[in-house]
């Protein structure tokens, strides 16, 4: 690991210490592009960590210190995400598939983070679930799935009711109220990358299996 500081974090807010891994695609040329505006004091954003894609690994922020990731959003119920969270940046294009030698190196930075935080599972989350009216990172390419295999994230290994309101399993997974198209696409971003269409059941039944998961 490479220490790379960013004059872009401050103190947690309240006492507050982090319940939450958000992860974060960068949409930029490089990494190298990335960990300068991650560290640009004019950029006013930072992150916990970057992660190239051919596994590099930059630590621009101790955990302990509140980064400048998150922006405007929520989780279940609680704003200020930046106090309460990690934030990871992966080298990603936003188009791209995530090449093994970056997910390999999340796979071993993840469990040391979850574990001085006492992080579940469910607390690792992308930054669209947190800010679906702005965000889309990390995007429908990444393996959320290989994640959860792992114990680092949480999937729906069976589906739940179908008939379940959709809006109030998202409530009990966690999104922010927005307007439900977007909460959906969020919801679909990493629970059904690449499909479209209005609500069906399989979207109420994933859901639903994900709040009971959530509930845990």
Known sequence: MIRHPSPNAGPR??????ELVVLHFTEMASAEAALQR???????????????????????????????????????????????????ELDNDGRSPFPHPLMARLETLLPG???????????????????????SDPGPRFDWRRLARQGLAIWPET?????????????????????????LRAFRLRFRPGHAGPED????????????????
Request: overall charge neutral; proline content about 7%; some cysteine.
């Open 13 to 18: 807010r309240d006492g507050l210490r982090p």
């Open 201 to 216: 059941g399989r979207d109420r039944a994933l859901a639903d299996a994900l709040a009971r998961l959530s509930d845990d």
């Open 113 to 135: 983070i979850l574990s001085r935080w006492s992080i579940p599972a469910r607390g690792v989350i992308a930054h669209s679930d947190m800010a679906p009216q702005r965000k």
């Open 38 to 88: 991650l560290c640009d004091p004019a950029a006013e954003v930072s992150a916990h960590y970057l992660i190239a894609r051919d596994g590099r690994l930059w630590q621009m922020v101790d955990e302990g210190a509140r980064a400048w990731h998150a922006g405007a959003g929520a989780w279940r119920g609680r704003d200020d995400v930046n106090s309460r969270s990690i934030g990871i």
């Open 159 to 183: 589906a739940g009711d179908a008939d379940a309101p959709l809006a109030a399993s998202l409530d009990r997974i966690g999104y922010p109220p927005a307007p439900a198209d977007l909460r």
